[in-house]
DNA sequence: TAAGTTAGAGCAAACGTTTGCCCTTGACTC
DNA sequence: GAGTCAAGGGCAAACGTTTGCTCTAACTTA
């Protein structure tokens, strides 16, 4: 005699197929059929009625955990970021998990706090829970965690910054060509000492934007034109503000100070105004990722265009086909990420349009009010 | 015979416990054991080492899903907040995600969109999901969703918004005492018309802002003070420049606009700089949430503080309790939310402190720069 | 020394699905 | 009219754990 179901057995009152198929007065296997679309056509059109019928009345809803255990395949995504706190992958986590969710998905959001082994070990952790499949964030280049979501089997689509992986597909933003851009418009207004606040080189963000400054930097290598590369240790508000004090210490000269990011630009504009220097008068400052508020910044802050809804969104897709498809082929996107001018930056002070700007260190004057 | 477990199966190559067992030459269930640091009393310590190193040996770790499955139980919790790109939520993802991965918790996030009927749904599908535990930042005033939580039996937390309900624990801003420390703020200022711009009423944090709004102007309802209340149908910067429009356009004579929080605020900084009406000579804006960047914008925007780190840990810390412990008393936090003071807020022109401001329409200046 | 206790380990059921295979039945073919 | 076939449905194993129960042997205790 099978005991009837303990519908009340910790504290969770859920129907379960057995229950509907006792109801129906069929076995099992066949209520299984008859309530999943992919094999309802064996199983009479009448009867398949009869059991859906059955199983709406009854609340019933398949018990992902079991059906994930029996086909070890699970309606999860992994979603991978640097930092949670940083505006930058808002709108990232935001449209990566409402394009999973409009295909079922249900979306594990973890942080690697920019620690190489820990995103390892949350790999790990996310295929132990057999996710479908990752969008990851936090790749570094030539990253071995790539190789560990190849090796693992777990389709994967790099957003933001790309691995460089050959196995792995991904979306990010053209930093080569925005950076260029950046440059050209900073030289346009006649600047000619620029210097660049770059992150750390792990990042392929990091990397591209370099590449990008330093292509730009190539085309003006005559004399007159000084183009410096200062590297930062972090990504944040604070650094920004260590860094450019510091230049300003060193008797820095440069009269536009282009950022890794919108943080640190942030923070050079506070060095700035505490050393009573005027931006974009006396030293123009320009960020990438156009966070939110950027431009109700005083003064508003030049940077290159972020599309992280696309990432998020563009990068989802592209997942949802790699797990429809394993040998859908490696793919790789570019967005363009045009130059937002904003009231950080200005015509270099005393451009004369002949490139060859005046020897000067960057006076103190008061701030104005 | 049994077949020898196929590692290659399906790109996934992990052993399993039966494997361990067959190494160690034990049955299944002395394994089992033998890994539970809670049963491994059960077994001969030489034993538990003996499968403990061979189980480190083979890169065993347990399937979570047939492990959840047989015990009705996982290591996941749901987070689930009403708009995922609000940065006032970034913090509390963010902490709550930390807290619970400390005690070995994954984190599955969800966006409410603020609407009632997908919350219940998202609740509905973490509870198949058979998380422990529930942190909800979506929840409205008497939401029949945190009845479906105690229904469901899953221990849950409500950060942020209360719903006000008996059986749920809940931790928050003191929005109340908050609002009146702004209020007496502007009245201190020498404001006598102030304006209260409210959002929909349905989420607790509106209702006591809005109680904490009356509870300070009940106090001064004497002639030569006025109060007014505006109903704004959103939460964003959009919103906040619509609805200060539309009182500029009505001939409002607040001289300090209070808003529901920063995005309505900073709605209102630009519709009164669109209007030429320089805050904070003329008019004075505040928010709430001191979100991130407001203290560099300009005017930088006086707020009441949000303690969003702090509300995601406790809330987290909080719901292992409760997870630990089903009959853990239901507590209720409130955490001080002091007022920030900034720039977006001054003196009252034509203050004179006899509480008797002049009649006065907002006058159209030209905007300074 | 007989009875009782305990430690250590195995047995098998259970969690709720899915799915390869088999069986029955009726229709169709030659 | 015997054989073929397809449709409709049942059987039981499998996914990888956990856990109540049983069994055995060794160790106490009176």
Redesign the interface.
């Known amino acids: 005699m099978r005991q009837p179901v303990d519908k009340t ?4 009152l ?1 129907a379960t197929i057995v229950d509907v198929a006792n109801q129906a007065g069929v076995h099992v296997s066949t209520a299984s059929r008859a309530l999943n679309p992919k094999t309802d056509h064996r199983i009479s059109s009448k009867m398949v009625g009869k059991i859906r019928r059955i199983a709406e009345q009854l609340g019933y ?1 398949p ?4 059906s ?2 029996r086909t ?1 395949r ?1 309606g999860t995504v992994g979603l991978i970021v640097p ?5 930058l992958f ?2 990232i ?2 449209s990566v ?2 394009r999973a ?1 409009s295909d079922g998905y ?6 690697s706090e920019y620690k190489p082994d820990k995103l390892l070990s949350i790999i790990e ?6 996710v479908a499949g990752l969008v990851v964030a936090s790749f570094e280049l030539a990253d071995p965690a790539a190789d560990l979501c190849l090796a ?2 777990v389709p994967t689509v790099a957003v933001l910054r790309d691995p460089g992986h050959h196995g792995i597909s991904s979306i990010a933003m053209d930093d080569v060509e925005g950076m260029k851009a950046m440059v050209a418009h900073v030289l346009d207004l006649g600047h000619r000492d620029i210097a660049y606040i770059t992150a750390p080189l792990a990042a392929s963000t990091a990397r591209n934007r370099l590449a990008g400054f330093a292509a730009a930097a190539a085309l003006r290598s005559q004399a007159g034109f000084r183009f410096d590369v200062i590297e930062a240790d972090a990504y944040d508000v604070d650094e920004g503000t260590r860094v450019v004090g510091r230049m300003l210490a060193d008797g820095a000269r440069s009269t536009a100070i282009l950022c890794f990011n919108d943080l640190l630009a ?1 923070g050079a ?2 060095a700035l105004r505490t050393a009573g220097i005027v931006c974009p008068e006396q030293v123009s400052v320009a960020g990438v990722n156009d ?4 431009g ?3 003064p508003p802050l030049t940077s290159l265009h972020n599309a992280g809804r696309t990432l998020g969104q563009v990068g989802a897709e592209l997942l949802m086909k790699l797990i429809a498809d394993k040998d859908h082929p490696v793919t790789r996107v570019l967005l363009p990420s045009p130059v937002v001018i904003r009231g950080s930056t200005g015509p270099a002070p005393f451009a004369t349009g002949t490139g060859q700007a005046p020897a000067r260190k960057l006076a103190k004057r008061p701030a104005p009010r």
């Open positions: 057995r910790s504290g969770r859920r809803s018990n992902p955990l079991a994930s255990l070890q699970t930092n949670l706190s940083d505006p808002a709108p986590i935001a998990q409402e969710a249900v979306t594990f959001v973890a942080s952790t996310m295929s132990r829970h057999y693992l089997g942030v504009l506070l966070l939110p508020f950027m109700l910044l005083s």
